[in-house]
């Protein structure tokens, strides 16, 4: 089975093929336009996507070494995103499956990133269900509680903002570009996660809450840069590694609460944020430390990708569960 999958519900125009469950070719065109902007313009991420979406299909395609006509489905991102970002990647996927006279799979975006991680690939193991799984990305901060492909129950989430807002404002404070994640990534890691300290926030049970940290940061690096101009440029990596490992101790507590919670020590992780360094490292120390099995996803399926959207597309192409072109694409929608 070949499934041609289209992703675009943000700034990256992504396609993949996948045959039966291994990524034969895994095509992202990131769109810089949006770094000077300091975060994602939804009209010229629309305007973007209409430039890429042919290319990018083309070379998934050219790279995957198949021809149109084996297709056996497309699968396209239904959301959630931005509106005008996922209307480019549905019309096309639409009219394409229509030409073909494939199905079309409709596909939710945080129900992939967890289940990127059924993507056959070489020394990498697959969860067994029941398994925890915490969503981290762009736009989520999810614990969420996988108990089948498609039976998902949210246990804990963000009241405010998401953890990859908390990277994204913090770079913007410290005045890296967008999306700065990565980047606080790569100065924390030779910095003095002690450093600084920032206190966190009180959040019962299993959700999270971010917006007072960046605040916290804001009012920290204010203060300093009164007394000294060049605090930021002279403290980079120790301010950076201080807020990384503020933020890993925020996602560990909650997780080792959820796994108090239901007894389940089965523990992926996804979405952009799972490419930091410090929680992957952080998660794999608990196999030795708590007893934990823990997934990580391969690092070109933590932001966003079209694999991921194949891998589910290949899933529900299983159970028969396919869309018609009335399939409307939704900025929210439930996992
Ligand atoms: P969502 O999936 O919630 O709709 P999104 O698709 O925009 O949101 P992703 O592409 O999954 O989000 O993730 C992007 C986020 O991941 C950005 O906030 C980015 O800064 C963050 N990110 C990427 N790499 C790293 C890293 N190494 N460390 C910290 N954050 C990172
Ligand atoms: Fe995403």
Not at 42 to 61: G, K, W
Not at 197 to 224: C, D, E, R
């Amino acid at each position: 089975i070949y499934i041609l999958s289209i992703e675009s519900s943000c700034d990256d125009t992504a396609a993949a093929v996948l045959q039966n469950g291994k990524v034969l070719s895994n095509v992202v065109a990131r769109q810089e336009i949006h770094e000077q902007y300091g975060g994602v313009v939804p009209e010229l991420a629309s305007r973007a996507h209409q430039q890429n979406i042919v290319p990018v299909i083309d070379v998934a395609m050219t790279k995957a070494g198949i021809d149109k006509s084996q297709l056996s489905a497309i699968a396209f991102t239904q959301g959630p995103g931005l509106m005008g970002s996922l209307l480019v990647g549905s019309s096309f996927a639409k009219s394409l499956a229509l030409a073909l006279n494939v199905p079309l799979v409709a596909v939710n975006h945080m129900q992939a990133h967890i289940l990127a991680h059924f993507i056959d690939e070489e020394g990498f193991d697959k969860p067994e269900f029941p398994f925890l799984a915490m969503t981290i990305s762009g736009g989520h901060t999810q614990i969420v509680k996988v108990n089948s492909f498609f039976d998902m129950e949210v246990i804990g989430e963000t009241t405010d903002d998401a953890v990859g807002e908390a990277y994204d404002k913090s770079a913007k404070i410290l005045g890296l570009p967008y999306p700065g994640g990565p980047l606080v990534d790569k100065f924390a890691q030779l910095g003095n996660p002690k450093a600084f300290a920032f206190t966190k926030p009180q959040v019962p049970g299993l959700n999270f809450s971010f917006s007072g940290l960046k605040t916290q940061i804001l009012y920290f690096i204010q203060k300093n840069v009164a007394i000294n101009p060049n605090f930021v440029a002279e403290n980079m990596n120790d301010i950076c590694a201080s807020i990384q490992y503020t933020i890993i101790n925020i996602l560990m507590d909650k997780l080792k609460l959820a796994v108090k919670e239901t007894g389940i020590k089965q523990i992926a992780i996804g979405g952009g944020v799972s490419a930091n360094s410090g929680i992957r490292t952080t998660l794999k120390e608990t196999e030795k430390k708590y007893g934990w099995k823990t997934f990580i996803p391969k690092f070109e399926y933590t932001t966003d990708n079209a694999a991921m959207i194949g891998i589910v597309g290949y899933h529900k192409y299983l159970e028969q569960q396919f869309s018609d072109a009335s399939t409307t694409s939704k900025a929210r929608i439930e996992l």
